[in-house]
């Protein structure tokens, strides 16, 4: 199976990279177009700040490729808010695989989230063998609210979307390689879709 992770300066790559291969997989980093069309599966990691991310896709042109592609794709963190219409983060247009908003949390709770939150109501292939209240890591200040499209949820100043699917893209806003053994179980279901 041929994984590729879309190496694109917004993302901890390495760290998701020693995560996949401790499960016996291999992948590669990569940021050119050609590989990244004929790669079994693609992870699309982030790290950082959506405009300077946008910008980054823009230069490269896989703003474009990433919505064209067919083989399972998984977004993680920004990556999976890059995955949206857009991000009040910078005022940033998106990709819009998913027609909903990335928006701040509101200073009534502690920003950014950091640290282990539950998720629940989980709804995919991409959490068989995980019990629901399972504990991710997470570090974020701008979520996903509620939609159609979750698969998974996480309260923190509301209910809202910790993981989401449309046809063949995945998203988690928590970060499966920090995520212990249940991490990994989600990271290998991925890769095993």
């Given at each position: 199976m041929n994984t590729v992770i879309?190496?694109?300066?917004?993302?901890?790559?390495?760290?998701?990279?020693?995560?996949?291969?401790?499960?016996g997989f291999s992948a590669k980093i990569t940021s050119?177009?050609?590989e990244i069309s004929n790669a079994?599966?693609?992870?699309?990691?982030?790290?950082?700040?959506?405009?300077?991310?946008?910008?980054?896709?823009?230069?490269?042109?896989?703003?474009?490729?990433?919505p064209e592609l067919k083989q399972p794709l998984l977004g993680i963190?920004?990556?999976?808010?890059?995955l949206c219409k857009d991000s009040e983060e910078g005022n940033t247009k998106a990709l819009g695989i998913f027609d909903v908003a990335v928006k701040?949390?509101?200073?009534s709770v502690l920003v950014p989230q950091i640290g282990w939150n539950q998720i629940y109501d989980l709804k995919s292939d991409l959490f068989k063998g995980i019990p629901e209240q399972t504990y991710t890591y997470l570090v974020h200040s701008y979520y996903v609210a509620k939609n159609e499209h979750t698969i998974a949820t996480t309260d923190y100043s509301e209910a809202y979307s910790t993981a989401l699917q449309k046809d063949n893209f995945?998203?988690?806003?928590?970060?499966?390689?920090?995520?212990?053994?249940?991490g990994s179980k989600i990271l290998e279901n991925f890769l095993k879709l």
């Open positions: 879309i190496d694109y300066k917004a993302g901890n790559v390495q760290s998701l990279l020693f995560a996949i291969e401790r499960l050119n177009p050609d079994d599966k693609v992870i699309f990691p982030g790290v950082g700040e959506a405009s300077f991310a946008m910008n980054s896709l823009r230069e490269t042109q896989l703003d474009s490729l990433i963190c920004l990556g999976m808010q890059l701040k949390f509101p200073d995945f998203g988690v806003q928590f970060h499966p390689e920090k995520s212990g053994i249940l």
